[in-house]
């Protein structure tokens, strides 16, 4: 009997930011489609709990707890997973939003303070975990790369969020330049742009602004994680796609 299609049997996935939200959206639908997650979040506890409830739902799950933003920690937490399972095959660099939460502020009024926490973690963060993956990746000849980015970096927006829509744009760019440099290794690296989801009070908006008019879910998350991380997604390769409900179509 042949596989299924986008089937991970066999595969380790490492989720960032997969205490909460739709990290923990991504981690189950990875898992239920055959891949052992390794859990990753800032807070111990948070990975504690999302492995607990993957596990009580017959998946296989660990935790992976350690700052992205912290080079050292990230080293340590990916050769911890690589000596608990045969290597990382499947990298989702899902966290996004500082401890401290959003804090919207109009730029003008922001410090660079403020500025630095979102590149810390949106364009360092990713830097930092696909620069400790990516070479066990290369080694095997095997890897799938995917950044959850947001679609404020395509639309400029009154709502405080410059800083974090700059971070975010800086994902998207490096992320097409890490693909160039590892299509030959057999690894690919792609993008999903998320619009209004879930996480918040978000429904009125959604019903304005989307053409199918609901906020996004993790599931829907997972469900475009899983097919950039299937064997099935090959030749496509830094790229975008934009996972909005329509609210945005150029």
């Not at 009580?56 to 992205?68: L, N, Q, V, W, Y």
């Amino acid at each position: 009997m042949s596989q299924q299609m986008f089937g991970l049997q066999g595969q380790t996935a490492l989720v960032t930011g997969a205490g909460r939200g739709m990290g923990v959206g991504i981690a189950r639908t990875l898992g239920r489609l055959g891949a052992r997650v390794a859990v990753n979040d800032l807070f111990t506890e948070r990975a504690a709990d999302t492995v607990n409830t993957l596990r009580a739902e017959g998946i296989d799950a660990f935790p992976a707890a350690a700052d992205i933003t912290d080079y050292d920690q990230v080293a340590a937490m990916v050769a911890r997973v690589n000596a608990a399972t045969a290597g990382i095959d499947i990298l989702v660099s899902n966290a996004g939003v500082p401890a401290e939460g959003m804090g919207y502020k109009k730029f003008l009024a922001s410090t660079p303070a403020d500025w630095q926490r979102f590149v810390n973690l949106n364009m360092f963060g990713l830097m930092n975990i696909c620069h400790a993956t990516v070479p066990g990746m290369q080694e095997r000849g095997y890897g799938r790369v995917v950044a959850i980015t947001s679609e404020s970096w395509r639309a400029g927006l009154p709502m405080g969020i410059a800083a974090y829509a700059a971070s975010k744009a800086g994902a998207v760019g490096f992320i097409r330049h890490l693909a160039a440099e590892t299509g030959r290794s057999g690894i690919t690296v792609n993008a999903l742009s998320l619009g209004t989801m879930n996480n918040w009070d978000s429904d009125a908006l959604a019903k304005k602004t989307c053409f199918v008019p609901r906020a996004g879910s993790p599931e829907d998350v997972g469900a475009g994680v899983a097919y950039f991380a299937s064997p099935e997604a090959a030749w496509v390769t830094g790229q975008v796609l934009p996972l909005n409900g329509g609210a945005l179509t150029a």
